[in-house]
């Protein structure tokens, strides 16, 4: 029933709630609402501090002791619907020391509960983030600004969560819509047998409503908000006094994208989300494992194996992006909690990781190994491909970081082998090694071979073939056979070529330390030249 967010001060929840649906009749505006929670007059109310509290089931005079039981609580005022005088009222919640909204009496309680906690949430996810397009009572309004006329934004569920503020004439159906009221029926059976329903939940195209008098239903453009194929809501903008703008529809199309992200963070609670920046914290090292371990429930003494998953292809669309980790993120957890009841995920940049506690040594590679073929083959058949890293077991929580550190490696070293779906510390352990071998000498100019690099330099300048030759020579061991073969050249070509190679370099292969030091500089040579 509550909520917890960052809060908001009641003057910009009425700024974005306000008229038709709440009315400031006594207290402050610039108070800090934290929660909105329903109080049934057969409840008891316990503590809400710095809540709204939402009086059902009593009016007008009768509300008075429900006003100052919100009070005692600590919340930060109270909304209750007025009919008639409300001087009583009034005085409770001067006394008392609480804001008083007045409600209309014909705004449904869980219409008005949703659309605050909306603000909220908005408030919320704008301090714990850099949301830079703001809460979805903004967008609305922006959008309005844009084109011209009156929006609302609605969820898959076709409630009402935000609506722009407008002195523009609105007509019956949008008020009934924020009241919380149904639409009238015989339009609303138009818009299904026009297939306008069905166009907004299919695609991402701009339907455009045609005005109905008869209904006092003005003109309307209206847009799908989707994540990849799945529809989360609806945008609604009703035609006022002027027409669209010119730009309207195209400006339709990019709040919808906005929205997308806003709808598909706000489908987990605020308790998952605060989950989840624990276990982010507990991998990148930014929160101590005894508070992770005292706060979800585990052992900070127990072993634990990080297992660490990344989509084969980066989506750039966001809210599909962002869709596509939910469904990763969602698949692990159920995958990773039936193998580990305590299993621990998060998601950190475009990575979603498992942290599996108490898994014994001997079991890690493959009871874990097996777990982990399900999640990618259920992902897979979602139509998500996706490759998975497992590092090394350590010993306690707190030593996760090096266990997720070698689950990223391995993911960066599948990154260069596509064919690979999963792999293990254990199973790319050389390659990786090498890799960052490598890239410590591409680092240091100072580690670099003058011999290497003259090869480079003359196969560049002349068409010459020998960093590929002699690097092909080295990893067959010296068999010249097998290196030809590998070039589709024929042995005395290769044999000629080596000769040449080493007469321009002055290399002498014949020394194992310098044909070690002159074949990790010919690898670098072949990347760098790749």
Same mark, same amino acid.
Request: proline residues 5%.
């Given at each position: 029933? =509550? ?16 008229? !038709? ?58 909304? /209750? ?28 309680? $869980? ?5 605050? #906690? ?9 301090? *714990? ?48 819509? %924020? ?7 015989? &339009? ?21 409503? $045609?005005?109905? !008098?008869?209904?006092? %239903? ?43 992200? =806003? ?26 494992? $005894? ?47 039936? &193998? #580990? ?6 998601? /950190?940049?475009?990575?979603? &990781? ?21 999640? /990618? ?71 670099? $071979?003058?011999? /290497?690099?003259?090869?480079?330099? =003359? ?12 690097? *092909? ?22 044999? =000629? ?34």
């Amino acid at each position: 029933m =509550h909520t917890e967010p960052t809060g908001t001060t009641l003057r910009a929840l009425l700024v974005a709630v306000g008229e !038709p649906l709440l009315e400031l009749t006594a207290g402050s505006p610039d108070i800090t609402v934290r929660g909105v929670a329903i109080l049934d007059p057969d409840d008891e109310l316990g503590g809400c501090p710095g809540e709204l509290i939402l009086v059902i089931g009593a009016r007008g005079r009768e509300a008075v002791r429900y006003v100052r039981a919100a009070a005692k609580s600590g919340a930060s005022a109270v909304a /209750v619907k007025a009919d008639g005088k409300r001087d009583d009222l009034r005085a409770a919640a001067e006394d008392n020391g609480i804001a008083l909204l007045t409600v209309r009496p014909q705004v449904r309680w $869980d219409q008005l509960q949703t659309v605050i #906690r909306e603000v909220l949430e908005g408030a919320t996810l704008a301090a *714990a983030s850099d949301a830079e397009h703001g809460d979805l009572f903004g967008l609305a309004q922006t959008v309005a600004v844009l084109t011209a006329g009156s929006v609302s934004i609605e969820d898959a569920g076709n409630r009402v969560l935000a609506y722009s503020r407008s002195d523009d004439d609105i007509d019956e159906m949008r008020r009934l819509s %924020i009241l919380g009221w149904e639409g009238p029926e015989q &339009y609303l059976a138009l818009l299904r047998k026009w297939g306008v329903y069905q166009r907004l939940r299919s695609s991402e195209d701009v339907v455009r409503v $045609d005005e109905r !008098p008869e209904f006092g %239903i003005r003109q309307r453009l209206a847009v799908g908000i989707r994540a990849g194929t799945q529809h989360l809501g609806t945008i609604w903008v009703q035609q006022g006094r002027r027409p669209f703008a010119e730009q309207a529809e195209s400006a339709l199309l990019g709040a919808a994208r906005i929205a997308a992200v =806003h709808l598909l963070r706000r489908r987990g609670s605020v308790g998952i989300r605060s989950r989840e920046d624990l276990v982010a914290g507990l991998l990148e090292g930014r929160i101590s494992a $005894d508070l992770v371990a005292g706060q979800l429930g585990l052992d900070p003494a127990a072993s634990a194996i990080v297992l660490a998953l990344a989509p084969r292809e980066i989506e750039h669309d966001r809210p599909t992006h962002e869709l596509r980790q939910l469904e990763i993120s969602n698949v692990v957890s159920v995958h990773a909690t039936s &193998y #580990r009841r305590g299993a621990l995920v998060g998601t /950190v940049g475009s990575r979603v &990781y498992a942290v599996l506690p108490e898994v014994p040594p001997h079991q890690a590679e493959p009871a874990l190994q097996a777990v982990t073929r399900h999640v /990618v083959a259920a992902l897979d058949r979602a139509g998500v491909r996706t490759q998975a890293g497992i590092g090394s077991p350590v010993p306690v929580l707190g030593e996760v970081v090096a266990s997720r550190s070698e689950a990223d490696r391995v993911l960066d070293a599948m990154a260069r082998t596509p064919g690979r779906d999963l792999a293990t510390i254990a199973d790319l352990r050389a390659e990786i090694l090498l890799d960052e071998t490598l890239r410590l000498l591409e680092a240091n100019p100072d580690l670099r $071979d003058p011999a /290497v690099d003259a090869l480079a330099a =003359h196969d560049a300048a002349q068409g010459s073939e020998f960093v590929p030759s002699l690097l *092909a020579y080295l990893d067959a061991l010296g068999d010249v056979r097998a290196a030809a073969a590998g070039l589709n050249i024929h042995p005395n070509t290769l044999r =000629h070529r080596i000769r040449r190679a080493t007469a321009v370099s002055g290399l002498e292969l014949g020394d194992p330390r310098e044909r070690l030091v002159c074949h990790l500089q010919l690898l670098l040579a072949a990347r760098r030249r790749g």
